[in-house]
């Protein structure tokens, strides 16, 4: 078969045409595709999807490329408040009341002498006396210091050896008591408390 004036470059071609190259040429919808992406990745994915510019696989790529740009974008442009740390600077009070010189205050004993002050109230509305809120301890100490103080007193009773009483004083009623002893000398010499004078007695 002649040719008659045309060249066969192969099968299935005839003259002056082209063979396609195996790369594409990149039309311009895919440029303009590609730089909208990147200066606006919303608009550009919704503008490739919807004109399916590249195969399925490179969408894909954009899309995650793009969204990797945005998610940057937010950080960068997210305001970050800078904290500056400041000391503390230790101060006193605006009006600070001097403690009174020469004493030591304790806050635990105040706050004892508060429950104290409040339950002694409470007491004596009822009745009662500061002695009841003491334990049985402190009642027998309480008990034990009054008749050390009494022992020691000083009383009066007559010379002699009829005498019967001791006295608060000198004069009690018509007698006249001269002799100056102790409460605890009195007790030892057997003699009784005045029932007139009231002189000091010691409890049992």
Known sequence: ???RGTRSTGAGYTAHVERPSKQRAVSSRAI?????TVLLPPVGLLFLWHQGVFRARGRVLLTALAT?????LVVWL??????TPRTPIPAAPPQVTAAPEGETLNALYNIEQLLYEQQ???????GGTA????TEEQKLEV????NEEAYETVVYSVFGDDAIYYHATKVCRTQTNGRELTVR????????PCPYCNPPTVTA
């Open 131 to 134: 002695s009841d809120l003491l």
């Open 32 to 36: 303009f595709g590609l730089v909208l």
């Open 68 to 72: 990797v740009e945005m998610a940057a």
């Open 143 to 146: 008990a034990n210091q009054q």
């Open 1 to 3: 078969m002649s040719s």
């Open 185 to 192: 000398d009195a007790l030892r010499e057997g003699l009784q």
């Open 120 to 126: 002694l109230a409470q007491v004596l509305e009822q």
């Open 78 to 83: 997210t305001p970050h408040a800078e904290l």
